[in-house]
Nanobody
Framework: QVQLVESGGGAVQSGGSLRLSCRVS????????FGWFRQAPGKEREAVAC???????WYADSVKGRFTISTDTDKITMYLQMNSVKPDDTAIYYC????WGDGRSYNPRAFGYWGQGTQVTVSS
């Protein structure tokens, strides 16, 4: 059974830092790409960062240089280190997984496994 469980969300002031964690079970980075996504009120879900063995890391332009995605492969835990956060980063953050192969995509619709989400609120 595939499970993804996020933790680490909360409230932080603008310019501060936060680290999100996602515990993954049932699949591994060997065959899957893992990603972080976010959805703000009234907006569509968007990709933030992704990681895969074949393609490495990918970041949305809005978070490049501020966020870092990484994994602890021994424990199958994925992280999102968020630095220099801004009020625009306020959203529910989700981790997700996609079997990585032909047709792979960073589009949220291509990811078949999702966590329950964790709220991140950045105050100015």
């Amino acid at each position: 059974q595939v499970q993804l469980v996020e933790s680490g969300g909360g409230a932080v002031q603008s310019g501060g830092s936060l680290r999100l964690s996602c515990r993954v079970s049932g699949i591994t980075l060997d065959d899957y790409a893992f990603g972080w996504f976010r959805q703000a009120p009234g907006k569509e879900r968007e990709a933030v960062a992704c990681i895969s063995r074949s393609d490495g890391t990918w970041y949305a332009d809005s978070v490049k240089g501020r966020f870092t995605i990484s994994t602890d492969t021994d424990k199958i835990t994925m992280y999102l280190q968020m630095n220099s956060v801004k009020p625009d980063d306020t959203a529910i953050y989700y981790c997700a997984a996609q079997q990585w192969g032909d047709g792979r995509s960073y589009n949220p619709r291509a990811f078949g496994y999702w966590g329950q989400g964790t709220q991140v609120t950045v105050s100015s």
